[in-house]
């Protein structure tokens, strides 16, 4: 199956710095890639989809000047979190959707954010 | 309206026995998607089995089926011979239109395999 990969793993950051998230599909081309937020013992929601070559979508209540999304490339999504505070501590997942038009979307591993 | 919903927060099996984890949806599209993701502790989300809402027959994937009863728009996911690695949690997730891009989660069911 297709493969998408996020970098970093994990990070642990101080409240007031940014991070960065990397999303790659790894063998295949995805004009749409999503990005979801998981607390624990909870359900994925859904915080933006990012376009490539476009602005992304953000969810209802989903801060955009907080989570800075760039889609620069068919196999490239990123998610960086601007002056991060405690409360943006989750697991951060993304997700791709194969160009070739296949109904499923393929998820990285996630990222867990811990912001000190 | 949830779009889907899991009602079941944990569930407890017996190795080598069948479960299975509820589902129901809410959509008025005619063309829908449903899918069954696990999420074991690591946290990737692992695609188990999809149903297309015009296919006549259940989905199978090895030892994971889709009881698709599309009149009471229910997928309930079966799965047979449980195992110690099955200890998981599962979603069930739904995807409306043929080209749509949003998944709709539900809250998820953790699953625990009893030895």
């Known amino acids: 199956g297709a493969v998408v990969s996020q970098h970093p793993s994990r990070v642990i950051c101080k409240s007031g710095t940014s991070v960065k998230i990397e999303c790659r599909s790894l063998?295949?081309?995805?004009?749409?890639m999503f990005w979801y937020r998981q607390f624990p013992k909870q359900s994925l929601m859904l915080m933006a989809t990012?376009?490539?070559?476009?602005?992304?979508?953000?969810e209802q209540g989903v801060e955009k000047d907080k989570f800075l999304i760039n889609h620069a490339s068919l196999t490239l999504s990123t998610l960086t979190v601007t002056s991060a505070h405690p409360e943006d501590s989750s697991f951060y997942i993304c997700?791709?959707?194969?160009?070739?038009?296949?109904?499923?979307?393929?998820f990285g591993p996630g990222t867990r954010l811990t912001v000190t | 309206a949830q779009k889907i919903t899991q009602t079941q927060p944990g569930m407890f099996v017996q190795e080598k026995e069948a479960v299975t984890l509820d589902c129901t949806y809410d959509?008025?599209?005619?063309?829908?998607?449903l899918f069954w993701y696990k999420q074991p502790s690591s946290g990737e989300m692992i695609f188990l089995i999809y149903?297309?809402?015009?296919?006549?027959q259940n989905a199978t994937e090895g030892r994971y089926s889709l009881n698709f009863q599309k009149a009471r728009k229910s997928a309930n996911l079966v799965i047979s011979a449980s195992q110690l690695g099955d200890s998981a949690m599962y979603f069930c997730?739904?995807?409306?239109?043929?080209?749509?891009?949003?998944?709709?989660f539900g809250t998820g069911t953790s699953l625990t395999v009893i030895p």
């Open positions: 997700s791709a959707r194969d160009l070739r038009g296949s109904y499923e979307q393929y």
């Open positions: 063998d295949f081309q995805a004009t749409t």
């Open positions: 990012s376009n490539e070559g476009s602005k992304a979508t953000y």
């Open positions: 959509t008025s599209d005619q063309s829908y998607g």
């Open positions: 149903q297309g809402s015009y296919d006549e």
């Open positions: 997730a739904m995807r409306e239109g043929h080209t749509g891009n949003q998944f709709y």
